[in-house]
């Protein structure tokens, strides 16, 4: 399974930014919707973490206090794309944002990276002040 991330980019303090992540790789075995999917990001010096997840069939999300209320995860599993629409956005929000992707697993809600295991390769956010 191959994810690439799309959609950062340079923002205000207040602004709104949307992530997409497209699957591709997929079969017949395990397709988009056998994936819980999730979105992390890792600033300079500091541990990679989760901001949103969403189950399989996109009925359960998982959002840490840090995001709850501002970010929406939402994905389309006919397209084989997840989404993360972000508003409010802080400088502290910047950072390099993942999208993850896991197989079967009753821990795609904990936030931990190593629930999953599939990554794209990342896409910049900077909020400036």
């Known amino acids: 399974v191959q994810l690439q991330a799309s959609g950062g980019g340079l923002v205000q303090t207040g602004g709104s930014l949307s992530l997409s992540c497209v699957a591709s790789?997929?079969?017949?075995?395990?397709?988009?919707?056998?994936?819980?999917m999730a979105w992390f990001r890792q600033a300079p010096g500091k541990e990679r973490e989760a901001v949103a997840a969403?189950?399989?069939?996109?009925?359960?999300?998982f959002y840490p206090a840090s995001t709850k209320g501002r970010f929406t995860v939402s994905r389309d599993n006919g397209k084989n794309t997840l989404y993360l629409q972000m508003s409010s956005l802080f400088p502290e929000d910047s950072g390099i944002y993942y999208c993850?992707?896991?197989?079967?697993?009753?821990?795609?809600?904990?936030?931990?990276?190593?629930?999953?295991?599939?990554w794209g390769q990342g896409t910049q956010v900077t909020v400036s002040s």
């Open positions: 790789g997929l079969t017949s075995e395990q397709p988009f919707s056998y994936l819980a």
């Open positions: 993850a992707a896991a197989k079967l697993s009753d821990r795609w809600n904990t936030g931990d990276p190593a629930s999953y295991d599939y």
């Open positions: 969403i189950s399989w069939a996109g009925s359960g999300t």
